[in-house]
């Protein structure tokens, strides 16, 4: 055998290897999508069968209107964009100021940041519940979009920080000479560059905001009509009996937007993380 045939009948070897932990990866998400149009029935006695008999609509209908997720669907999509608006707003200003030599105090900002990722968000939420509730954002979407984007906003810092570095100042300089201010660089200069970082810190909190759970459970308490998605799926749990078609379908309708936006930027998140790896 030579050396090519040799590459190709390794490389197909790793492939047939591959392939069943593939089927066993995606396995739990093709069963969720065939229990969404089965019925009760034959979802409790059909076991681990991926293909439904019969067909239905009705989970999705139950879910859609019964379970009010087309309400939920459109809480969720204004707290995902406010919080990637106020997330993409402060960590790129913020990353700029910090990616900028001289600043007094730079290293201990920098240190402080990173100190805050490692404090669990369930030990800030009373804080941070009295502080939104101060403000009068208490009970609504754009209370619980700032709480959830204040702890998402160290790892976008820290992503802004590094590309912001990476740029020359001979840029800046030339910008000024221009006559351009320091926000105007900024916003004109400095931010269009910054487009695969955008990109990416855009899709990894839209993701974070959608499937959120906790904050968004805290602050529509006294308001169940602003529950987000991941809220209203627990409202097919009941006392004593769950709905497991119906969670199905919600579950798949969670999902739909999420994989569009993913495939719509994957090229600009692939392009930003591979920029933050290099800086």
Avoid at 68 to 97: C, D, E, H, P
Avoid at 229 to 250: C, E, K, S
């Amino acid at each position: 055998m030579t050396g090519r045939w040799r590459v190709v009948a390794r490389r197909n070897i790793w492939h047939l290897l591959l392939i069943p932990l593939c089927l066993v990866w995606v396995y739990p998400f093709v069963w969720m999508v065939s229990a969404a149009f089965k019925t009760p029935r034959e979802m409790l006695i059909g076991g681990l069968s991926l293909m439904p008999n019969d067909a239905t609509l009705e989970n999705f209908r139950r879910a859609w209107t019964t379970a009010k997720f087309g309400t939920y669907t459109a809480n969720t999509i204004t707290f995902s964009i406010a919080v990637v608006i106020l997330v993409l707003l402060v960590a790129s200003t913020a990353g700029y100021a910090l990616a900028r030599p001289g600043l007094p105090g730079k290293k201990i900002l920098v240190g402080i940041l990173i100190a805050t990722m490692f404090i669990p968000h369930g030990y800030t939420i009373i804080p941070t519940f009295v502080l939104v509730n101060g403000i009068g954002l208490g009970n609504g979407l754009l209370g619980a979009a700032l709480a959830q984007a204040g702890p998402a906003l160290v790892v976008p810092v820290l992503l802004f920080m590094g590309f912001f570095s990476g740029i020359p100042k001979e840029l800046e300089e030339a910008a000024r000479m221009d006559g351009a201010g320091y926000l105007r660089t900024y916003w004109r200069v400095m931010l269009p560059l910054a487009k695969p970082v955008l990109g990416t810190v855009a899709l990894m909190n839209f993701i974070g905001a959608w499937n959120a759970f906790f904050i968004p459970l805290v602050f529509t308490l006294g308001n169940p009509d602003l529950r987000t998605l991941g809220v209203g799926m627990y409202g097919f749990y009941g006392q004593d009996t769950t709905d497991w078609t119906g969670l199905a379908a919600a579950a798949c309708i969670s999902v739909i937007p999420v994989v569009v936006v993913f495939l719509f930027l994957q090229r600009t998140f692939v392009e930003g993380i591979a920029g933050a790896v290099k800086s």
